[in-house]
Each structure stands twice: as structure tokens, then as C-alpha cells.
């Protein structure tokens, strides 16, 4: 690897400066995305392993950031599942009957990922190949119980109401959908680490709705069990947005890396984690409409607040659509040319 | 008072049991809402006094709350600058001409409040008078960060990310925005005092939006100006959605109380207030889809966990509309049934 900074942070070892990416890093702000974009539906981009290679490499020719993330999403897993989500205009993500009993539970199968989810691991295999050792490959999956949210709603929604009145009142269903999901998501990464992958990341996106004990018993243990399955064949990031509460957990259940969003501050984020762990983020998105100068000052203060060892420096949630190209550039150079 | 259970808690006096009441409590759950909603439009409803009051009045006889809350909506308090608000079939709140801009803001104005927002002070005298001091009446205002967030956007959203970019990219106008609301928030929330309210409540739903430091200046520094403005006139009540990184400025604020959302343990919000102010909360508005006994069990462990002591039993945000009347009358119950 020429550049091997991503994962020698991950191991925790000391580095000259922190690695950078940004998640959503091949995104709409990009303007060359937005051309494929507009010729090609959003599940073509996944489902065409020459799209998802062309931009996953993008941000690495055009920002320059230290690890490449393969371009997917989070519900092609369900949708090898029996659970055929599609990309409605205007809506997002649309499911016509969404999850809400035990029957339907009982429609939901486990795949065979490498079949049903070959065009992801041909994707992966054309991107190392691409990629030729330049930057590392990033795999990602979404938390089972974030999974569960967008099941059962059938669309995204703003307190995912529907998905924890699920949980609550029916909570065999719920275990149940949560471990199809959990088994498969394993299966998923595990064929991604085969194919490819240096690094995996679960993004829990939904967690932070639950309260602490529930997010224990409907999210928390399922992504233990994926951190257990895959911390053996490759680096494990967890991310859970607005999970300040689950940082201690996350700080021992044998991941890497935990991912921080912008609420908790580098000095509160060390004490959780016990100061035992890589930490990545966690720098607001929406911080990146300021003026360029802020954005230097403010990676210059995050990087000072988590120092610069152990750290992945990142956002701390997607880079928004809106962001002006150089607004992102000057992120990722003011981590490269970042002195203490 | 023939019931002050409310006003003893707020002081932080001994209480045989604590006091509940529930945010939302007028709202979409009760089936005789649901008659009015469907002859009146939802601003017609908070503008006409006697249905303000009918409606207000409504959970106490029905679900037997310890306290009324004047059903009103945050956004009146804009509508009254020169921001003209629609609530909007399918979208919710709608701003036709959103404020993006130093000159959209020249052109909200800091109004008479008793002169446009007289029909919530008419609500007021008449609300008093039909609850004949049964408990007492709560007014209630959002924060000026939160009714920033709506002002910008235009509507609602899951990330505010265009009330963020606003602030973050022209932060003189606003400052100025915010300002304006905060002069109007006190004059209103005074009058409310004046016209008969024994409490108000400053809701920042949107809070946790931000980052600590962008909370500090964005939101909680106006919030502060309310608290000062009002503590002598009234008790305050603080809550901020997500906005677990700033209790322990709120419990040195002034304020008489404040609230939670679910995602804080007891144990944690006691902590971070310095077991110094009355909490208001917590119980997850979803878990009211539970089996009743559930319930229950979780109004005694949560009861248990902040002591019965300078408490208000609460939810830790608005009641949900698909919750069955028996499940909020569990919890009310539970409440006043409470055994340590």
C-alpha cells in the first residue's frame, strides 16, 4: 500500500499526520457524480460494478483523501433479503410493503450474498484493481437495526416512530428480523474482507432515537456480533450517530476504530472510550459552508482536541450535497498540512 | 390552587408523589381532538380562544393530568414578525419566501405582541377561568434557534442543514434573526405571565443539531437572555431535544427545571446538573406503544431512577398520534399510583 496511513491509525500505531476521508466522500457535491448521476439511476451506480469503481475513485483523483469507500448503500443488503427496496423520486428510499408482522418477518431469507450480491464483490475487485495499492478500499454495511428502520417504516422518516412501535410491540418479530439481518450483514462483510476490503465500517445511522437500554437490547448486540464475526480478517469501525451514550461499549467491544459525530467534543470523547481506541470524525458538515479560513481553523482545533495519533479525521456524519468543491478540498488539505 | 403538585415540584419542595403531565397532551391521541381537527384547520384552532381553550382544557378531564398546557404552536411567534407561516396539507409547516438573506432579515419585525398574538392572551384569561384553578396553566414558546431552524428552511427537516449553512456562512445576519426572535420571545412569554400563566416552557427542539461550541453561540446564549428576562416573573422550564451536552448549563441558568429526552439516564442527568434543579421527563414517547404492564414497569423504574423529589414526570417529547388513549391514561396513572 503506498499510502498506509488509514490503516496504520487503525492499529493504533504513530503516524506523521491523521489520515483523512470523508464519509459520503464520493458524492453529489461532486460535480463529475453528478453526471453519472444524471444518466444512470441510483441502483445502476450500485448494481454496475464500472460505475461503482469510477466513483469510489473519484474522490481519491479529486480530493485527495487517504482511503477510498466503496460506492453502494447501506439497502442493497435488505434487498437481497426478499425486501425490495427502491429509489422513489422525490421520496428516497420506498418500500411498497413495508415489514410490520411476524408473517412478514417469516418472508424475509438470508442469501447467498456472494449470488445475490455479486455485482458488490465485482465492484470491489475492479476498485482494488483500479486503485493498484494507491489507497486503501473501505467496505461498509448499515447497523441491523438501522436496517430494521427503513424495513419496517418502508421510507426514511424523522423519529422512525413506526419502526420502534415495531420493536416495543412485538418484540419476537423484531429479534427475529434483527438476526436475518445480523447473519446476513456477517455473511456480507466477511465476502466483502475475501474480495477486497482492507477495513469495514457499520454505520448505525437510526441508534441514537433509541434509549441507552433499548439500543442495548435492538441495536447494540447485533452490531456486537458483527464486530465479534469480522475483528479476526479485518479492521472493524463502528458509527453510531447520536450514540454518545453507547461509547463505552463501542470502546470494548474489540473495533478499531469508533466513529464520533459532532456533538461529543475530542476531550469527552477520550474519556469515554477510556483512551483506548482510534476515534474518527467529527467535524460538523454543515460546518463546511463556512468560509475557507474557519474550516482551516476548525480542523486545526479538532485535530488539536483529539491529537494526532489514533485518529482518523473525518466528518462526522455524510458530506452534504451543497458543499462547494474547494470547501472540501481545503478540509482534507488542512489535515495534510496539519501542524501541532 | 386546589392541585400545585406542579408549582411545589418546580420549587424543589417535598411532594407526596410527583407531578405528571405530558408534552403534547391536546393532541392527535384523544379522540375528541380529532372531532376538532376535522372542522378547523390547525391554525384556526390555536387562534380562536374558545377552542384554544376547549382543547387545552381536554387532557386534564380526560387523561387527568397535573398541569395544562395552552395549545398553541411555536410558529405563531413568527407569524407575528412578518414571517407568515402556513400549515400546509402533506408538508406541515410551510414558509412560502424563506429568510436567507441580511435583507429578508431587515424585514422581520419585533411586533406588539398583546396587539398580534392577542388571541393567545385571550386563550389565556379564558383557559384560567375554565380550569377555575384546577392545576395550573403552562405557556410555552420555542426557542429562537429552533424558530430560526423553521424560518430558514422553510419547512421542516430532518438535518436544518439550510439553517445551519445560514448561520455558519452569514453569521452577522443570524445574530440579528436570532436576536429579533429572542426580543419577541420575552415580551410574549411576559404577557402570557401577565394574561395568567403560572410557567413557561422554552422548547429547542432542534438544538442537538448543533455542536457544543455552535450551541453555545446559536442557541443557548438567547435562551439564557429568556431565562434571565423571565425567572422572576414565572418559573422556567429548559428543554432542548438532544441537547445532552449543555444540562449543565441549563441547571445553572436560572431556570426552575429542566428537561429530558430518553436518551439520558437519571442517574446521568442528576449528575450533569449537579443534582441541583428539577428534571422534567424522560419516558420514550414510543414506549407508550408497549403492553400496558411494560408501561408500568417503566414509570416505576424511571420514577425510581430521579427520585420523586424536584421531578416532573414527563415524556421525553410529544406524545405520538397513534397512541391508544388507555396506553396514556397507563402512564398518567403509574405516575399518580407511584409506590417507592
Redesign the interface.
Known sequence: MKNDLFLRALKGETVERPPVWMMRQAGRYLPDFMKLKAKYDFFTRCRTPELATEITVMPIEQVGTDAAILFSDILVVPQAMNVPFEMKAGVGPWLENPVRTAADVNKVVVPDVEEELGYVMDAIRMTKAELDGEVPLIGFAGSPWTILCYTVEGQ?S??F?KA??FC??QPEAAHALLQKMTDTTIKYLKAKVRNGVDAVQVFDSWG?M???K?YEEFSWRYIQQIVDALKDEAPVIVFGK?C??ALDKMSTSGASAVGLD????PD?ARKWTNNSVTLQGNF????L???IQ?IEHGVKEMIDGFGKDRYIANL??GI?P?IPVEHAQAFVNAVKNYKS
Open positions: 426514511g424523522k423519529s416512530d420502534k412501535g416495543f410491540s441514537g433509541l434509549a441507552p433499548d447520536g454518545w451514550f459532532w456533538t461529543v467534543t469527552l460538523d458538515p454543515s460546518r459552508l463556512s468560509p474557519e462526522g456524519h452534504l451543497n
